[in-house]
Each structure stands twice: as structure tokens, then as C-alpha cells.
């Protein structure tokens, strides 16, 4: 079996490939911006320049920005870096309000190729917190 095929079975959520654009602001206020490769439940990861100096552990800030403009529509999650390369940065998910919980939820929803697939791993495994 491949990492990669053993990564899959471990996995509790699906990715779902999305690009949006994110802002992550690091514990020390420092600000990356990149764009979405894929999301799930439980984290999200990021294409970004430099990602390799982000330090893995910070507990973070991700703004996901749902739509263009001078005011985009954006879901805020409490974070944290797991994975840092060169081309981008893993982010495992820790709480998200509920009002951005219900857009994220709605998202990954109509994004998804198998949504009653979706809604059961969700309800096996919340992934984050809603506070």
C-alpha cells in the first residue's frame, strides 16, 4: 500500500478540491495569503509562497474568503499548522463560530460529488468545534 493510499484510509473527512481565497495569520500576526488546494471538516490546505518558515504547531487564524470584491463574504477559523513545503501549508481545524459553520457546512455541501456521503462521515465526526 502507498503513503498516499494509507493517508486516504486514515483520513476521517473528504477532501473536497476548492479554490478560494484564504488569509492565515500566524500567533505572531504575521499574514500569508495563498489559495485553497483542497478542504475537508477537519483542515484545509493552502497554496502559499514561503510556506516552509511558517512554524508547525502555531496556532493560527484562517480567513477563507467566499467571494471577491472589496468586501468579501469570509469564514474565520481557529487553527493550527500540521505540515509546512516550500509550495504550501496543511492546517488542521479547531473551532469555527456558527454562523460561519452553517456557510462552511453549506459549501463543502454543494461542492461535494456525494453530499449524503458528506452529511454521514459529518455526523461520525464533527471535525471542529462550533463556538
Known amino acids: 500500500m502507498t503513503d498516499e493510499a494509507s493517508m486516504k484510509e486514515r483520513r476521517k473527512h473528504t477532501r473536497i478540491v476548492l479554490q478560494h481565497d484564504v488569509e492565515?495569520?500566524?500567533?505572531?500576526a504575521t499574514p500569508f495569503r495563498g489559495k485553497t488546494k483542497d478542504i475537508s471538516f477537519s483542515g484545509i490546505y493552502?497554496?502559499?509562497?514561503?510556506?516552509?518558515?511558517?512554524?508547525?504547531?502555531d496556532?493560527?487564524?484562517?480567513?477563507?474568503?467566499?467571494?471577491?470584491?472589496?468586501?468579501p463574504e469570509t469564514?474565520?477559523?481557529q487553527c493550527e499548522v500540521v505540515r509546512t513545503a516550500t509550495s504550501g501549508v496543511g492546517i488542521k481545524f479547531h473551532s469555527v463560530d456558527l454562523a460561519g459553520y452553517q456557510q462552511f457546512k453549506n459549501l463543502m455541501i454543494y461542492n461535494s460529488s456525494d453530499p449524503d456521503n458528506?452529511?454521514?462521515?459529518?455526523e461520525k465526526n464533527p471535525?471542529?468545534?462550533?463556538?
Open 24 to 28: 492565515l495569520i500566524l500567533s505572531d
Open 46 to 57: 493552502i497554496r502559499c509562497n514561503n510556506a516552509d518558515g511558517i512554524p508547525i504547531g
Open 59 to 71: 496556532t493560527c487564524t484562517a480567513r477563507l474568503h467566499l467571494s471577491g470584491g472589496d468586501n
Open 75 to 77: 469564514i474565520q477559523f
Open 118 to 122: 458528506l452529511m454521514a462521515e459529518l
Open 127 to 131: 471535525g471542529l468545534d462550533i463556538v
